[in-house]
């Protein structure tokens, strides 16, 4: 075979077919190539752009990524007002898809996993690493696991937005779409008026029941130590008593079994001074009782009104911080897989081992939801402003199974939950319905975190978990019966035979949480 050059090949193609030919096939060729351009350009996605709303724009309530189409919109009350590219994570570190909040953000942040990263303008979503933050954006999927935004849209975006605002990790796209539904909250108007006057009264009878409690206690510790002091005085007395009666009974043996009168007489005379002491004993025990009876019953008094009182200033606090949390706006996450129904409000205080704000979760429930094995899909309601008929509301759908209306339909919700908490209902409020459980992540510093178990998740789940850490307060903050048991690293409880199907992941020890979490 005869090796020609491409040049050689075209001058014997000319000569066989002609200049004509060749000009017919160039044409047919180039008019082939841009048909296949066009049908290229048609099958990709678009690529998503940078995008802020033609309108003045209010406080974000949530974001929403869509992994498909690697893209980030972000909604206040009216629709979306900021729209830019993102990169998600890569096979293996996929960023997990499904519910989650701000629980702490951070101007200026350094990975401490990876080579101390930069990573400005991070919004963390969960306290294992997953982040939404600034970063190089190569136009596809190209992180560990984090949402990585363009630079000046994470900085523009950075004092937008909240801690507790809620972030929906999507397989597909997503958006928020307008929904009425009986079983959503229906505030009070006339609650929603008295509630920050009757917050205020209840903070100022709670401080002074701490105060009456604190001197009941002062009062009380002092008590013990003189009641001490007359406790001995009378235990003395009491045995100096016994010793003369017991003295007396002898003198009176000694003089019955005399039998000469010398005997006799030294008998008597014993006897006359053992009564005189017992008698004498007898007085000074009388007197001392009654001196102290009237001491010891204050005492007793004092140690009773010391509980009293720190039983009202747990009563009080407790009245108090409902009354402050019920102007909060409440989220409700409803767990198939758990059967059980649980409520988030932020305290606004810092977590007392650093990072994020203490969120809490004193209401966990069991809740009734029709066809328990039938799958119900993840809903997230969001109440976005306040209307005629008490709050507006948006659905967003990012796994189906049930449509966003039959899964409330679904649910039969508790009465006395719904008393504590409707009346007061306020925008950012939320119900999230899923037939996932609540992630291992979710704890007292978070909101609610839920991931998707049907979605590959491999950048969760290659981080340590943070421990379930026990908050010990006055104010009632601890886990509930949730965070007890083994949960794989998903945050389905291991051997819970409702959970969803999926991956399966080996459990990951958790390990304690360190001032500086593990980066992304």
């Given at each position: ?26 044409a ?89 990263a ?14 939404l ?6 136009g ?38 307008e ?10 108007r ?50 100096l ?23 006799k ?28 009876k009237?001491?010891l ?11 009293a009182a ?124 899923s ?35 026990l ?45 500086a979490?593990?980066g992304?």
């Amino acid at each position: 075979m005869i090796n020609r050059s491409p040049t050689t090949r075209s001058t014997i193609a000319m000569r066989r077919w002609g200049f004509p030919a060749i000009v017919t096939l160039a044409a047919i060729a180039a008019l082939t190539a841009l048909t296949a351009g066009a049908a290229a350009r048609q099958a990709r996605p678009a690529t998503p752009t940078e995008a802020t709303a033609p309108r003045d724009a209010g406080e974000p309530l949530m974001a929403i990524v869509s992994i498909k189409t690697q893209h980030v919109t972000f909604y206040d009350a009216d629709g979306w007002i900021l729209r830019a590219p993102v990169s998600t994570g890569v096979k293996e570190r996929e960023t997990p898809a499904g519910v989650f909040a701000v629980v702490e953000k951070e101007k200026d942040h350094h990975s401490s996993m990876y080579d101390d990263a930069w990573m400005p303008n991070m919004q963390r979503i969960t306290w294992n690493g997953v982040a939404l933050h600034g970063g190089p954006l190569p136009g596809y999927a190209a992180s560990h696991g984090c949402v990585r935004m363009p630079y000046g849209f994470a900085e523009k975006l950075f004092d937008k937005t909240w801690i507790g605002m809620r972030v929906i990790i999507s397989p597909n796209d997503a958006e928020p779409v307008e929904f009425t539904h009986p079983a959503l909250f229906m505030p009070n108007r006339e609650a929603i008026a008295a509630a920050p006057a009757k917050a205020e009264a209840l903070a100022r009878e709670a401080v002074e029941a701490a105060k009456v409690a604190d001197e009941a206690k002062k009062a009380a510790t002092k008590a013990p130590r003189e009641t001490a002091l007359l406790t001995s005085s009378l235990r003395k007395l009491e045995a100096l008593k016994g010793r003369a009666d017991a003295e007396l009974v002898t003198a009176d043996r000694m003089l019955a079994a005399a039998k000469t009168d010398e005997a006799k007489a030294r008998g008597e005379e014993l006897k006359q001074r053992a009564a005189a002491k017992a008698a004498e004993l007898a007085t000074q025990l009388d007197t001392a009782r009654a001196d102290a009876k009237p001491k010891l019953d204050a005492a007793a008094a004092a140690k009773d009104a010391a509980k009293a009182a720190q039983t009202r200033k747990a009563d009080t606090a407790k009245a108090a911080r409902e009354a402050s949390l019920a102007l909060e706006p409440v989220s409700i996450y409803i767990s198939r897989a758990t059967q059980k129904l649980y409520v988030r409000r932020n305290t606004h205080r810092p977590a007392p081992d650093g990072g994020g704000e203490v969120f809490d979760f004193s209401i966990e429930v069991p809740v009734t939801i029709r066809d328990p094995d039938k799958p119900i899909g993840t809903h997230v309601f969001t109440a976005v402003a306040r209307n005629d008929s008490g709050l507006r509301w948006t659905a967003v759908t990012i796994d189906n199974g049930d449509g966003a209306r039959d899964a409330l339909d679904r649910i039969t919700f508790s009465l006395d939950v719904l008393d504590r908490i409707a009346p007061t209902a306020v925008p950012r409020s939320s119900i999230v319905i899923s037939d996932e459980p609540l992630s291992a992540e979710t704890n007292y510093r978070t909101e609610f975190v839920a991931v998707l178990s049907n979605q590959p998740q491999g950048g969760f789940i290659t981080r340590k978990p943070t421990a379930n850490v026990l908050v010990a307060s006055d104010e009632g903050f601890g886990f509930g019966s949730f965070f007890q048991g083994s949960w794989d690293s998903q945050g389905n409880r291991i051997g819970d035979p409702r959970r969803r199907g999926g991956p399966y992941y080996p459990p990951v020890q958790p390990r304690a949480y360190q001032q500086a979490p593990p980066g992304w």
